[in-house]
């Protein structure tokens, strides 16, 4: 019935589709299609199959010429179709007075016969083809998808003034998703056969292929309709007029075969078997909806998939860092699903736009950035851990891993207390001691100052040789640091006073810890040089916890308080001490400590009196 003159590989050499993201591209298409063809009838049209029930009827194929034009002449005066497309070639006079009807039939009226042609771009035929004779030339077109060979019709019906051209060019993996609308042949251009029906008998003369073809003259197939939508009649019942004429009134017919017999079967997106009769349907339909307007509206699917490629990009540089390795790789899911839906709907309004490229985008992402920021989140968790390890509480550090601040220990001003703590007479203490004893005082007189602190979510600073600082509210802001620190200080002071008592009983000195306490703002961070850094707070409360340490040496009392730790606290209750002018300070600060029973908060050996002098009288309180 016709022939195919295709060879695999042939799509690329004619498209350029050698790149890798032809078929990924193709496929998703695919996908598409599938999912938006629909069986809403297509009334325009008008499909006469040569069906295997019409050659068991009336005889095997090739049928007689008189049968075809008796057909065709029963479609446009029974059935009142508007014009017959024949997807037949008929390169051979038969000699019967059938072939001079339907060459008059093609020539005074609405019949498009068809012209085969061939595109042996990669030159694999011996010899060029040449078979029957062309015609149907038009001047309408100036470009078209070149061919090296033709089957043509026989002269008579070669001199119709409407013939199209038949011929597919199959993508590399053989699916139909492009025909020319236009081929050229020595110089001279040829419409499609469904063109050449619209330009025929659609009305308004040759249509223009302004956004259906390309530059070569390629159409992209839409296959909105599977073949199911499409009004398919047997031949045969057309010949016996089994079909009630009305069904036909004003459609545009076209005449082919679906037979397996005829070799006329396809692949396409929908199918791997489609009668390439469908395919002309196809075509036909959507050249018809262009000719009255109702072809849906271009969408710059190109610039569409650039832009969102590009703002993926964007997106995911500026929120990875702010990511988990998890919350980066959904982000990009989310976006491949908002570009899938998004393509959904370009894909029917721009023919030739890829929608996979956002999706390589998002797939090299994937497999570079995501692993990127995994190492760049696992060298930040091993550079907080190594900070920190050794000066925080293991819920702070596992807090700051969680937390979502790009760095944490960047230098910034933070409310803090800070509790700098010293053994009184250290040096009284060990010079009377062996090295190895001495060693160990200092050991678990550390241990002393360092539990508590790290319990209650301190943050240590530096050991001072037998004192120790600490601060509360960094890295992480605390909302009772005040009263944290003044939590350790008295748990501080129990432990120290069991340690003294266990020495005393193996017969040394008793020990006494000397605590300043000071609440205010402070610089705390990661400071030091290339060569070493630490992380530690400085400032003015800072100093004068140092100083009111000092200042506890003249008083009974272990712990002393300044004011600024006084007015944050909202758990402690206290005993005023006076003021004192402390070093490098203009006015005389107020100092306290804690009310409490508890004997340990003051030193047993100091003498009476020297709490005396800096204090009001012992009944005075706040809170």
């Given amino acids: 019935m016709r022939q195919s003159f295709l060879h695999e590989g042939q799509a690329s050499a004619v498209h350029a589709h050698a790149d890798l993201l032809f078929l990924p591209n193709e496929r998703l298409r695919d996908t598409f299609l599938r999912l938006q063809a629909g069986d809403t009838p297509e009334p325009r049209i008008l499909v006469v199959d040569i069906d295997e029930a019409s050659l068991t009827e009336l005889g095997p194929w090739p049928w007689p010429r008189e049968r075809l034009a008796h057909l065709a002449e029963i479609l446009l005066t029974t059935y009142a179709a508007r014009g017959v497309a024949l997807d037949i070639v008929l390169p051979s006079a038969s000699g019967s007075p059938g072939d001079t009807r339907l060459a008059l039939l093609a020539q005074h009226g609405p019949v498009v016969p068809a012209q085969a042609f061939d595109f042996d771009i990669a030159g694999k035929r011996p010899q060029p083809l040449r078979d029957g004779q062309l015609g149907g030339a038009t001047q309408a077109y100036r470009s078209g998808v070149p061919a090296s060979g033709y089957v043509g019709n026989y002269p008579a019906l070669a001199r119709a003034p409407h013939i199209g051209a038949i011929g597919f060019i199959p993508d590399p993996d053989g699916a139909l998703r492009r025909v020319p609308l236009v081929t050229e042949f020595e110089g001279r251009h040829y419409p499609a056969l469904a063109l ?25 197939v839409p296959y909105p309709r599977d073949w199911s939508a499409y009004t398919v009649v047997s031949a045969a019942d057309i010949l016996a007029q089994r079909i009630v004429p009305s069904s036909a009134d004003g459609r545009l017919a076209v005449v082919g075969s679906s037979s397996l017999g005829m070799a006329d079967r396809v692949t396409t997106p929908l199918a791997a078997s489609r009668p390439g009769l469908g395919v ?12 009255e307007g109702k072809a849906p ?26 990511l988990s390795a998890a919350a980066g790789v959904a982000l990009l899911a989310a976006s491949s699903a908002l570009w899938l839906a998004l393509a959904y709907v370009a894909s029917t309004r721009d023919p030739d736009f890829a929608p996979v490229g956002p999706l390589a985008t998002n797939l090299f992402m994937l497999a570079v950035a995501v692993p990127y920021q995994w190492q760049q989140a696992q060298q930040r968790s091993r550079h907080l851990l190594q900070t920190l390890r050794q000066y925080v509480a293991p819920a702070v550090v596992e807090e700051l891993l969680r937390s979502k601040e790009p760095d944490p220990l960047r230098p910034r001003q933070r409310d803090v207390t800070t509790l700098v703590a010293d053994m009184e007479g250290y040096t009284g203490q060990v010079e009377a001691l062996p090295v190895a004893e001495a060693a160990q005082l200092t050991r678990d007189f550390l241990d002393c100052l360092t539990g508590p602190v790290i319990e209650r979510q301190g943050t240590l600073d530096k050991y001072t040789g037998d004192g120790m600082m600490a601060f509360w ?3 992480l802001p605390l909302e009772q640091h005040a009263d944290l620190a003044l939590d350790a200080a008295r748990d501080i002071t129990r432990r120290v006073a069991a340690l003294s008592r266990r020495r005393e009983q193996a017969g040394h000195k008793p020990l006494r810890v000397r605590i300043g306490i000071e609440s205010g703002l402070a610089m705390a961070g990661d400071f030091g040089t290339s060569f070493r850094s630490i992380y530690t707070a400085v400032g003015d409360s800072v100093n004068t916890a140092a100083r009111l340490e000092q200042v ?8 002393i308080i300044g004011p600024g730790a006084v007015e944050r606290a909202r758990r402690h209750r206290f005993v005023t001490l006076g003021e004192r002018l402390l070093r490098g300070k203009e006015k005389p600060t107020p100092l306290y400590t804690l009310d409490t029973i508890d004997t340990s908060m003051h030193h047993p050996g100091a003498p009476a009196a020297a709490r005396a002098p800096a204090a009001p009288a012992a009944s005075e309180r706040q809170t």
């Fill in 196 to 220: 050449a029906l619209v330009n025929c008998c659609a009305g308004k003369g040759p249509l223009a292929l302004d956004g259906i073809a390309d530059g070569n003259g390629l159409m992209r």
């Fill in 280 to 291: 002309q349907a196809t075509v036909l339909s959507a050249l018809l909806d262009r000719h």
């Fill in 297 to 322: 509206a271009p969408w710059p699917g190109r610039l569409l998939a650039c832009l969102f490629a590009l703002a993926s990009v964007l997106g995911c540089t500026l929120l990875f860092p702010r």
């Fill in 473 to 475: 509210g960094a890295p």
């Fill in 552 to 559: 506890a040496r003249d008083f009974p009392d272990n712990v």
